[in-house]
Nanobody
Framework: QVQLVESGGGLVQPGGSLRLSCAAS????????MGWYRQAPGKQRELVARMYSGGSTTYLQPVRGRFTISRDNAKNMVYLQMNSLKPEDTAVYYCNARASPVEDGYWGQGSQVTVSS
């Protein structure tokens, strides 16, 4: 029943912006920790941004000041605004929902973001 669907990825030039969206269903959305992860070819999956149910956030250091995670509990939506994109940001981005930081939770199918000139 739980489903997460990402959208908004694509090809963008360095310095450009994209906004990823994640639509969640089948969960008590407002009580879950929402996160964005990414995985580049040949690299491990890494946490990009996380928002706790109370609204606090954490970010991967290289994206601080450039990326912003937000959520709309009424719409069961999570967003990742990505500004000043760099080629190093190229990866598949995944939406995740979990009840605690130690759980694996639920995952979307991923959305490709490619930053290239």
């Amino acid at each position: 029943q739980v489903q997460l669907v990402e959208s908004g990825g694509g090809l963008v030039q360095p310095g450009g912006s994209l906004r990823l969206s994640c639509a969640a269903s089948g969960v008590i959305f407002s009580r879950n920790i929402m996160g964005w992860y990414r995985q580049a070819p040949g690299k491990q999956r890494e946490l990009v941004a996380r928002m706790y149910s109370g609204g606090s956030t954490t970010y991967l250091q290289p994206v601080r000041g450039r990326f912003t995670i937000s959520r709309d509990n009424a719409k069961n939506m999570v967003y990742l605004q990505m500004n000043s994109l760099k080629p190093e940001d190229t990866a598949v981005y995944y939406c995740n929902a979990r009840a605690s930081p130690v759980e694996d939770g639920y995952w979307g199918q991923g959305s490709q973001v490619t930053v290239s000139s």
